[in-house]
């Protein structure tokens, strides 16, 4: 009546996880609450910094995080950046940078792909020009003018004009608008 479940063929694994999250937590250098940098930081390993840095972060190979208690005064250079706390400096990211709700960056960001999620602040300006490994981008072969020589838009007839109406014009500009409700 019942059956007996066949065992696992000695073929089948399974998955495993190379690394835990606590194991990848350990991979990451930390710059604590309580420390404070001075001067330029490096390294071959990516990087947490909950404390406050002064300087410059140059880890291109590898990511930044700028935890909720980290605090930046420096250029950051990064593979993934990622900010949660205060930054004011310039970022570069080799891939992405993102802006987290509780992060303030005050400075201009370079990267491929930048994310500011809702809530995050940011003052400066920000620079999406991708490597593309000697090749054009899409922005670069696009035309300045868009009325030159690859536009598809031809220019049809000039419109007629009707003899305007007679109509006062304001001081203030060639447009006035008349609210019917009262201002409180």
Do not use: C
Request: charged share 30%.
């Amino acid at each position: 009546m019942w059956k007996k479940p066949e065992e696992e063929s000695p073929d089948f694994k399974s998955p495993s996880f190379t690394k835990n999250p606590i194991d990848q937590l350990k991979e990451k250098a930390l710059v604590g609450p309580s420390l404070i940098v001075k001067g330029e930081l490096t390294g071959e390993e990516d990087l947490m910094i909950q404390g406050r840095v002064e300087g410059k972060v140059d880890l291109k190979k590898n990511n930044v995080t700028v935890g909720r208690t980290g605090n930046v005064k420096a250029n950051i250079y990064g593979k993934i950046i990622s900010i949660e706390g205060e930054v004011e400096g310039d970022i570069f990211g080799e891939e992405k940078i993102i802006v987290r709700a509780s992060g303030l960056v005050r400075g201009n960001m370079t990267a491929p792909r930048v994310n500011l999620e809702d809530g995050a602040k940011f003052k400066g300006s920000i620079d999406m020009d991708s490597k593309g490994g000697g090749k054009d981008s899409a922005l670069q072969k696009a035309p300045l003018n868009p009325t030159s020589a690859h536009s598809q838009v031809k220019p049809g007839p000039a419109p007629t004009e009707e003899p305007e109406k007679a109509t006062p014009k304001s001081k203030e500009g060639p447009l006035s608008v008349k609210a019917d409700t009262p201002r409180a």
